[in-house]
């Protein structure tokens, strides 16, 4: 597979350690703010859509409550006749519907993703089956449990939030509006203490300015207790109302499926090409070869001697294009003697020297090993090909149920795995089977590949 490598030359690398890749490039480009983050939050509109969000979740989860609470209990109600299973369903269709659009809601105040639940599935079409697939569906139980459990927490946050915001801007501008006290109430000013005989009221530049700094405490603090109180709703929706994991799971083995079909088909199409465009067409020439000196053997015999010779020249060069065909596919010596000797085999046929460490106390299952296998060996190929190092590493380890891969050299840098190169490809056959693979490439270099598989053993 073909890597993209930018322009540039890099300088030489010391040896890769056993450990995670380091070293990757920062991001720069992000808008810098002359306010602390303390300071200028009353004021993001991040604040105020969280705010609007914990708002608006009261009377929204009243509506959510009231409607689960009445459609589930009728249809309850109703079971010992035909109606009851028919107004659980559609309960339970109204609150996917609700659910649907409190992810909407989620998605517009809380910038909240979260992915579609998994549809119904139905066998055959009809009300009936319809019914069926409402009443077995996980997320159908999980929105009503979603409607009910959001309405006391709901009223909780919505009176922390609104509590805090009052208090906090009311005190904040008590310099502005304290004489409404004297004007308007006939007291000196907010009563802070009373009873019988004493009063205390909040009258005096100092009582004042005090209030105020109270003020700007409880205005500062506001929206760091509503961003907590948002995050229960973020946990809340996504726990309730997104896909849950078992049909997360399964998409995502459905992705890997079709990935691992799709690159099955691509290596026999590659197996096929190879073996139509080069052996086997040195074998077709060979035979015509034999042919004609077979043909010349009586009239010319020095002639079909040089015939037979080429022919002895073409079985070798179509006996190593076999060899490397079947080391492409599965190598023996990958089978027979594991993975530091296939390792060294095929670092020794790299154009650039090649240092090779395998720290392994037995071996992985036969398909991790192949995939390491071919990983490192496609990763080589691309050095040789696009990085003009002069230097590699390659270092293979075990962290845990885990097999490390870091293959690192001095090269020009520009490896971008998300640019749709072979590294792309390469990540997306390691994801097939729970792997990762991360690339450390700055624009000069140097280059540094790591890629975790899953470790089984037999």
Same mark, same amino acid.
Request: proline share 5%; net charge negative; aromatic share 8%.
């Given at each position: 597979?073909?890597?993209?490598?930018?322009?540039?030359?890099?300088?030489?690398?010391?040896?890769?350690?056993?450990?995670? *890749?380091?070293?990757?490039?920062?991001?720069?480009?992000?808008?810098?703010?002359?306010?602390?983050?303390?300071?200028?939050?009353?004021?993001? *509109?991040?604040?105020?859509?969280? =705010?609007?969000?914990?708002?608006?979740?009261?009377?929204?989860?009243?509506?959510?409550?009231?409607?689960? &609470?009445? !459609?589930?209990?009728?249809?309850?109600?109703?079971?010992?006749?035909?109606?009851?299973?028919?107004?659980?369903?559609?309960?339970?269709?109204?609150?996917?519907?609700?659910?649907?659009?409190?992810?909407?809601?989620?998605?517009?105040?809380?910038?909240?993703?979260? @992915?579609?639940?998994?549809?119904?599935? !139905?066998?055959?079409?009809?009300?009936?089956?319809?019914?069926?697939?409402?009443?077995?569906?996980?997320?159908?139980? %999980?929105?009503?449990?979603?409607?009910?459990?959001?309405?006391?927490?709901?009223?909780?946050?919505?009176?922390?939030? &609104?509590?805090?915001?009052?208090?906090?801007?009311?005190?904040?501008?008590?310099?502005?509006?304290?004489?409404? =006290?004297?004007?308007?109430?006939? $007291?000196?000013?907010?009563?802070?203490?009373?009873?019988?005989?004493?009063?205390?009221?909040?009258?005096?530049? =100092?009582?004042?300015? +005090?209030?105020?700094?109270?003020?700007?405490?409880?205005?500062?603090?506001?929206?760091?207790?509503?961003?907590?109180?948002?995050?229960?709703? %973020?946990?809340?929706?996504?726990?309730?109302?997104?896909?849950?994991?078992?049909?997360?799971?399964? +998409?995502?083995?459905?992705?890997?499926?079709?990935?691992?079909?799709?690159? @099955?088909? @691509?290596?026999?199409?590659?197996?096929?090409?190879?073996?139509?465009?080069?052996? $086997?067409? %040195?074998?077709?020439?060979?035979?015509?070869?034999?042919?004609?000196?077979?043909?010349?053997?009586?009239?010319?015999?020095?002639?079909?001697?040089? !015939?037979?010779?080429?022919?002895?020249?073409?079985?070798?060069?179509?006996? $190593?294009?076999?060899?490397?065909?079947?080391?492409?596919?599965?190598?023996?010596?990958?089978?027979?003697?594991?993975?530091?000797?296939?390792?060294?085999?095929?670092?020794?046929?790299?154009?650039?020297? +090649?240092?090779?460490?395998?720290?392994? /106390?037995?071996?992985?299952?036969?398909?991790?090993?192949?995939?390491?296998?071919?990983?490192?060996?496609?990763?080589? $190929?691309?050095?040789?090909?696009?990085?003009?190092?002069?230097?590699?590493?390659?270092?293979?380890?075990?962290?845990?149920?885990?097999? !490390?891969?870091?293959?690192? /050299?001095?090269?020009?840098?520009?490896?971008?795995?998300?640019?749709?190169?072979?590294?792309?490809?390469?990540?997306?056959?390691? /994801?097939?089977?729970?792997?990762?693979?991360?690339?450390?490439?700055?624009?000069?270099?140097?280059?540094?590949?790591? *890629?975790?598989?899953?470790?089984?053993?037999?």
């Amino acid at each position: 597979m073909a890597t993209e490598y930018g322009q540039g030359y890099g300088q030489g690398l010391g040896h890769a350690g056993h450990g995670p *890749a380091s070293g990757f490039p920062e991001h720069g480009g992000e808008r810098q703010h002359r306010l602390p983050a303390g300071l200028r939050a009353p004021f993001e *509109a991040r604040t105020w859509r969280e =705010f609007g969000y914990v708002l608006l979740s009261l009377p929204i989860s009243i509506v959510l409550f009231v409607y689960a &609470v009445t !459609m589930v209990s009728l249809g309850a109600g109703l079971l010992v006749t035909f109606l009851g299973i028919p107004i659980l369903a559609a309960g339970l269709a109204g609150c996917r519907g609700l659910g649907a659009l409190e992810r909407a809601r989620a998605r517009a105040l809380l910038d909240l993703e979260v @992915a579609d639940p998994e549809p119904l599935r !139905m066998r055959r079409s009809g009300f009936m089956a319809w019914m069926g697939a409402v009443l077995k569906s996980g997320t159908s139980w %999980r929105s009503l449990l979603y409607a009910v459990l959001h309405l006391p927490w709901a009223t909780f946050s919505f009176v922390v939030a &609104v509590n805090v915001w009052a208090y906090g801007w009311a005190l904040l501008t008590y310099p502005l509006w304290f004489w409404v =006290f004297p004007v308007w109430a006939g $007291q000196d000013g907010l009563q802070l203490y009373g009873d019988e005989t004493h009063h205390i009221y909040l009258d005096n530049p =100092f009582e004042i300015t +005090v209030t105020a700094l109270i003020g700007l405490l409880f205005t500062l603090a506001t929206p760091w207790i509503v961003r907590a109180l948002t995050m229960v709703d %973020r946990l809340l929706v996504h726990g309730l109302l997104g896909p849950s994991r078992l049909a997360t799971r399964v +998409v995502e083995l459905e992705s890997d499926r079709g990935v691992v079909v799709d690159t @099955a088909a @691509a290596d026999l199409r590659r197996i096929e090409r190879d073996l139509h465009d080069g052996a $086997q067409a %040195r074998l077709v020439a060979l035979a015509m070869d034999l042919g004609l000196a077979k043909e010349k053997l009586a009239e010319d015999p020095q002639a079909a001697a040089r !015939m037979v010779d080429e022919a002895h020249g073409e079985v070798k060069t179509a006996l $190593q294009e076999l060899r490397d065909l079947a080391r492409g596919i599965h190598p023996a010596v990958l089978t027979d003697r594991g993975l530091d000797a296939a390792l060294s085999a095929v670092a020794s046929r790299c154009t650039v020297p +090649v240092e090779v460490q395998v720290d392994l /106390d037995e071996r992985p299952v036969p398909a991790i090993e192949g995939i390491a296998y071919f990983t490192v060996s496609e990763l080589l $190929q691309n050095i040789s090909k696009h990085s003009r190092a002069t230097w590699a590493a390659v270092d293979v380890w075990r962290v845990e149920n885990r097999l !490390m891969l870091q293959v690192v /050299d001095n090269g020009i840098g520009g490896a971008d795995v998300s640019g749709g190169s072979g590294l792309a490809g390469l990540a997306e056959r390691l /994801d097939a089977v729970d792997g990762i693979l991360v690339a450390d490439s700055p624009v000069g270099g140097p280059t540094r590949v790591t *890629a975790e598989l899953p470790w089984r053993t037999v």
